[in-house]
């Protein structure tokens, strides 16, 4: 099962996509927590991601598009994963079809988490991970992007007829509910 998990910065991607992973037994596979990684441990590909990670703005495309290419070909995604944080524009989006496609690989969903804007910028504001872009800020300019660039790549999979919205709000186990009755129908 190949599924892409999305919504704008704290709509519970990875509370969510950690969820799906055991209760599914696919590996989750998110692009801003390999950044992460990278940027701690200093490697050329953390050092060139870092600045735009810590600005609030996307890296460039090419460099994310080289990363999922790659990271897909490992034996722990060959039976398929949850992409969390991907793809990020429809750029990306267009690309990772062309990548699927020279490998006879699809999409079985898009699941699209809908949270109000008031309640997401409380939840990331109020989150506590330590992490660098979740001043109020750094938030600010997430939002905008995830509007101007992130938004449209639902329109990309809803014409391709993949796009499942799901209501991001209330419990934890509420919202891991009604992922999984959509889920349920390809697992
Ligand atoms: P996330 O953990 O998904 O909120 O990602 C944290 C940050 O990593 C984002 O604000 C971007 O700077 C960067 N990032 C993660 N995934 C992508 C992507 N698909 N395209 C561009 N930048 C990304």
Redesign the pocket.
């Given at each position: 099962m190949r599924i892409i998990l999305f919504g704008p910065?704290g709509a519970g991607?990875?509370t969510q996509a950690k969820r799906i992973q055991k209760a599914y037994n696919i590996p989750q596979l998110?692009?801003?927590?390999i950044?992460?990684h990278h940027i701690r441990t200093n490697t050329p590909l953390g050092i060139k991601?870092r600045s735009?990670?810590n600005h609030?703005?996307?890296?460039?495309?090419d460099i994310?598009l080289g990363l999922v290419e790659e990271t897909i070909k490992e034996e722990k995604y060959r039976n398929g994963y949850i992409l969390?944080?991907?793809?990020?524009?429809v750029t990306?989006a267009e690309e990772f079809d062309s990548i699927l496609k020279k490998r006879g690989e699809s999409i079985d969903a898009f699941i699209g988490l809908e949270v109000p804007k008031e309640e997401l910028i409380s939840r990331l504001a109020s989150r506590g991970e330590g992490r660098s872009?979740d001043d109020p800020e750094k938030i600010k300019v997430?939002l905008q992007?995830y509007h101007q660039e992130t938004a449209p790549v639902m329109h990309y999979y809803a014409e391709k007829g993949l796009y499942h919205e799901i209501n991001g709000t209330g419990s934890i186990e509420d919202i891991s509910e009604r992922i999984q009755d959509v889920l349920n129908q390809f697992a």
């Open positions: 910065p991607k990875g998110s692009t801003g927590e950044f992460r991601a735009y990670i609030g703005k996307l890296v460039p495309d994310v969390d944080g991907f793809p990020r524009t990306q872009d997430r992007v």
